[in-house]
């Protein structure tokens, strides 16, 4: 099974590929344009945002997946013991640390994808809160992830779409505890994290950067 995974220290939270070396060249778009991490962002957006899950990417398309991911060997296995199918999973986990340092706000946490052999997960466990214990009209979190996987043949497309958040009112911080499965052949994933806080001045968003461990 070919499988790999976006996966990389960033400034932004997108997940992407080349852990050493964050400049990277997309001879598909511009082959002498340096895309910095806000572009690998609005660009992988832009690609989701024109697709249905299952639906088939265009060849240029599924070359920016390929561009930004990490291929990783798929040591998820099935193993049958006493007439019983068990899943072994790979765990890979990344730290979500962001803030305001001027307002005193701050979102950290984790990620964490549970890969197995069909069956996968993603959890994560973030909070935003003002460092100050200040309490403030709304304060929230949110991950959005998107599994890529094999479509038709040979085809790239999106195999799921991970959408988790929550939020509360009158508080001084707010904790997202929460899970998503879904099935299918996995081969890049990508997320994106921010947390939110609202007052009377209006409603500051941070955007951690997301690093594996």
Not at 39 to 52: D, F, G, P, W
Not at 138 to 159: C, F, H, P, R, W
Request: proline share 1%; net charge neutral; with cysteine.
């Amino acid at each position: 099974m070919f499988l790999a995974l976006i996966c990389s220290v960033t400034y932004n939270s997108v997940i992407y590929a080349n852990p050493t070396n964050q400049n990277v060249t997309s001879d598909v778009y511009n082959a002498t344009k340096v895309l910095n991490q806000e572009e690998v962002n609005q660009k992988l957006n832009e690609i989701n945002s024109k697709y249905n899950v299952g639906e088939r990417f265009s060849d240029e398309d599924a070359q920016f997946i390929k561009q930004y991911a990490l291929p990783v060997e798929n040591n998820a296995v099935s193993e049958n013991t006493n007439g019983l199918t068990t899943q072994n999973l790979r765990t890979t986990t990344w730290d979500i640390n962001g803030s305001n340092s001027s307002l005193g706000y701050q979102t950290i946490g984790t990620v964490t994808f549970n890969e197995g052999v069909i069956n996968h997960t993603v959890s994560v466990n973030m909070t935003t809160k003002d460092v100050n214990k200040k309490y403030h009209s709304e304060i929230g979190n949110q991950l959005i992830g998107t599994a890529y996987g094999v479509v038709g043949s040979d085809g790239v497309g999106i195999i799921a779409n991970i959408s988790l958040s929550d939020k509360g009112d009158n508080i001084s911080y707010h904790k997202l505890v929460d899970y998503r499965s879904f099935s299918g052949v996995v081969a890049y994933m990508s997320f994106q994290a921010n947390g939110w806080i609202k007052s009377n001045n209006g409603k500051i968003t941070i955007t951690p950067t997301l690093t594996r461990r």
